[in-house]
């Protein structure tokens, strides 16, 4: 079951006219209750509404932290320890 075309440019457009905090409060309610493709797709819309505002949706936080975390766990390890010590070296000394 998804949206007819029709259907979707409709809501695409009713969308667009909801204020930026409406915006993030959907994304956050749609993100924990969905359960159709329709869900999924009303979704993708708030984001993409979202994305072309250049707001942050929690798709793009989850993604900045998965990074963060990657980065984390790599100066975790031995190399990874001596890479950090030399580079805050070298930004220190400058």
Not at 9 to 32: A, I, K, M
Not at 39 to 55: C, F, P, Y
Not at 56 to 74: D, F, G, P, V, W
Request: glycine share 4%; hydrophobic share 35%; net charge negative.
């Amino acid at each position: 079951m998804c949206l007819e075309p029709e259907d979707f440019e409709e809501w695409f457009e009713r969308t667009q006219s909801l204020p930026t905090e409406n915006l993030h409060r959907l994304d956050l309610y749609w993100r924990d209750n969905f359960e159709t493709s329709v869900d999924q797709e009303l979704h993708s819309i708030v984001e993409t509404v979202l994305a072309k505002r250049g707001e942050t949706t929690l798709a793009m936080q989850r993604q900045e932290n998965i990074k963060k975390l990657n980065k984390s766990m790599r100066a975790s390890n031995v190399l990874g320890r001596v890479i950090a010590g030399i580079t805050g070296f070298l930004v220190r000394s400058k």
